[in-house]
């Protein structure tokens, strides 16, 4: 029998891919404004709570958020909580947005936060790796590109689409591996 590691490489077929990826048209993406209730299992990603504290959230996203079957992260958490640490401490508004970030990390039912397993972990690592060589990211994007690998493996996992208005990373994540799903929004 083969290893897990083994099957990993063999479902998602790194060598195979040879070639930098393009950004699919707009018109081929899932926007979340073409659904309609009920919404599919929405695990939420990070760009929806920075926008939804920065009152940036559209209508057809505030509406999925109320009528919709949601899920939390435990990398959308940190990303989050990074931002703690990251935010000058000396500007006037640093501890107000903490505190909005800690709120809105402190409200997630317990009983709805997912969290990446060893095969998510192991499969975004190869997904990042894929992606930092076909984009030839930097390093930043390559940490940015685990823990979106992270949030669309955990998603698909566990019959979510990822909710984010990041259509970048999200759209080539799903070139990469068919199982993970997004549905895409347009900031204010």
């Given amino acids: 029998m083969s290893s897990e590691f083994e099957k990993s490489l063999r479902r998602l077929k790194p060598e195979k891919h040879r070639k930098r990826l393009a950004y699919r048209d707009r018109s081929q993406l899932p926007y979340l404004t073409s659904l309609k209730p009920p919404f599919p299992k929405l695990l939420l ?3 929806v709570y920075i926008d939804a504290l920065q009152g940036r959230l559209p209508k057809s996203v505030e509406i ?15 990303e989050l909580a990074a931002l ?9 508004e640093t501890q107000d947005v903490i505190a909005q970030i800690a709120m809105s990390v402190e409200l997630r039912p317990a009983h709805r936060i997912l969290a990446p397993d060893r095969d998510a ?8 790796g894929l992606l930092a ?7 930043n994007e390559r940490r940015k590109a685990l823990n979106d690998a992270l949030i669309s493996l955990t998603a698909a996992k566990n019959g979510c689409v990822v909710l984010t208005r990041n259509v970048k990373d999200f759209d080539l994540l799903m070139q990469l591996d068919r199982k993970g799903q997004a549905v895409f929004y347009d900031a204010l």
């Avoid at 999925?64 to 940190?78: F, K, P, Q, Y």
């Fill in 45 to 47: 990603d990070t760009t």
């Fill in 64 to 78: 999925a958020l109320r009528a919709g079957n949601l899920w939390h992260s435990t990398v959308t958490e940190a």
């Fill in 84 to 92: 703690a640490g990251l935010l000058d401490p000396s500007h006037p």
């Fill in 121 to 128: 972990w192991r499969e975004a690592g190869i997904l990042a």
């Fill in 133 to 139: 060589r076909l984009q030839q990211y930097s390093k």
